[in-house]
């Protein structure tokens, strides 16, 4: 009985030590529907959403699901994504943020039937490149390394092979939000799931 007693106590300290492992991580316009795990978030990204500056098309959004924590210094992220993209834009990734006017989103965005690694730089105004990938692979993993005053972008469909997608400036030695990101601008909804969500300092 002794030892089904300390069992239990470990496993519920266990738990709760690792739900507070989430609790510096913010919700900036939190989905309808997500669900926390020890190992992941799973969300239905809401219709409406995204993130641009006015480039090409002129507007400025600034509202899809982000969940993120507060990170100075520099440091490595890195996230695997399993999406159901559906229409067009669907989207989904990290992004690391200063404000409204200065922030990067890297991750796969659907177009025309297409899975594109994607990276938006925005200062100010936003930019947009993709690598297409036309056999839709089931799940991306990203890695956003800040250094500095840049950040590098590197992604695999793998886990074990990552190529560079993007190095661009960020501004140094400014406290950053860092997480995980989605977005959905057209009129549907999809699920999306990131796993192994992880921010490592470096030197």
């Given amino acids: 009985m002794k030892n089904i007693t300390l069992f239990l106590t ?8 690792s739900a507070q492992a989430q609790s510096n991580m913010k919700w900036y ?9 020890n190992n992941g978030l799973t969300m239905t ?5 995204n993130y641009w500056r006015v480039t090409h098309y002129g507007f400025i959004r600034d509202n899809g699901p982000f969940y993120y924590a507060e990170q ?19 989207q989904a990734g ?3 943020r200063i404000d409204n006017k200065n922030w990067i989103k890297t991750g796969i965005e659907y177009v025309d039937g297409v899975q594109n690694v994607s990276a938006v730089v925005t200062r100010f105004v936003s930019d947009w490149s993709v ?6 692979p ?3 993993w990203l890695k956003l390394l800040r250094k500095g005053d ?12 990552f190529d560079m997608l993007r190095l661009a400036y960020f501004p140094p030695k400014v406290k950053a939000m860092i997480g995980m990101v989605a977005a959905a601008p057209g009129k549907q909804s999809f699920n999306v799931t990131f796993e192994d969500f992880k921010v490592v300092p470096v030197k």
Avoid: C, N, W
């Fill in 10 to 17: 470990f496993f519920v300290f266990g738990a709760v030590h």
């Fill in 29 to 37: 316009s939190k989905p309808a529907k997500s669900v926390l795990s």
């Fill in 45 to 49: 990204v809401d219709p409406g959403t």
């Fill in 138 to 140: 089931k799940s991306v």
């Fill in 72 to 90: 100075t210094g520099d440091f490595e992220a890195s996230v695997k994504i399993t999406g159901a993209y559906k229409e067009l834009f669907h």
């Fill in 131 to 136: 690598v297409p990938r036309h056999d839709s």
């Fill in 150 to 161: 840049y950040v590098q972008i590197s992604y695999s469909f793998d886990g074990k092979k």
């Fill in 94 to 96: 990290l992004m690391v």
